[in-house]
């Protein structure tokens, strides 16, 4: 069974169909990328998953449980459904240290001491315990982009949704963040991406999914739906894309 299962998601705003219909499964373990032209629906897919959008219809389901029933704890949920957003979402008068350990105390209950020690071992595993003491105003794209995966990996969630992790950055950082996540694939943390950067997603992904106006058109590598898929579009989107693996 699939740690997240996806069928027949739709989602409107006002008379704008924004997902039609979407099947997707994200196994444990995979990162899966969702790629896309501007406006295809590829964040609110990202959003209605946990639940900081609600879809028109279709199902949900995490770990085998339909989340979008009325009997859901939605702040249960996020604990263990990670977000990472476009703009890092870093509270700038706090601390990274702070930043860290609010979700920890706030929401796990955790005190300082043991939410300190909790976030200080996900720094450090991300290569910015030295910089715990420094407010957000301080920190380069790609070090605040370290700070928000460490706050989301803090909460221990069985998945961790990424919405454009590389579109703030320049390349060097893009690239940095890319073998971040790749590092953290290793470890066996399942992610979902959702990206434009074909670089970032040859290099994190084996398989990308491909969504147009609000419909999954393809899924494959990078290489086969460049070269190989019969829809000219879909060709032509990734044509430029060099897939690392």
């Given amino acids: 069974m699939a740690l997240i299962e996806i069928r027949e998601l739709v989602k409107k705003f006002d008379d704008q169909v924004v997902l039609d219909g979407i099947n997707m499964d994200v196994v444990e373990g995979e990162v899966k990328v969702v790629m896309g032209s501007s406006g295809c629906g590829k964040s609110t897919l990202l959003r209605c998953i946990n639940r900081l959008a609600e879809p028109c219809s279709g199902t949900i389901h995490f770990r085998g449980q339909n989340i979008l029933g009325p009997d859901v704890d939605v702040r ?27 979700g920890l105390r706030k929401l796990r209950g955790m005190h300082r001491a043991e939410a300190e020690e909790k976030a200080l071992h996900e720094l450090a595993r991300l290569d910015m315990a030295e910089h715990r003491a420094k407010y957000p ?34 390349p060097v950082m893009s690239r940095e ?69």
């Fill in 177 to 245: 963040v890319g073998q971040l996540i790749d590092r953290l694939h290793r470890e066996n943390v399942t992610m979902l991406c959702v990206t434009h950067d074909l670089v970032l997603a040859g290099a994190i992904a084996d398989r990308v999914t491909f969504l147009d106006k609000g419909v999954i058109r393809a899924e494959d590598t990078i290489a086969n739906l460049s070269g190989h898929h019969p829809d000219e579009q879909v060709r032509a989107f990734f044509g430029g894309g060099e897939s690392t693996r």
């Fill in 137 to 170: 105003a301080h920190l380069s794209g790609g070090q605040k982009q370290r700070v928000a995966l460490a706050r989301a990996l803090a909460m221990d969630p069985a998945v961790i949704l990424l919405d454009e992790p590389t579109s703030a950055l320049d």
């Fill in 76 to 102: 249960a949920l996020r604990q263990s459904i990670g977000f990472v957003f476009q703009q890092f979402a870093l509270y700038r008068h706090l601390t990274v240290l702070d930043n860290v350990t609010l």
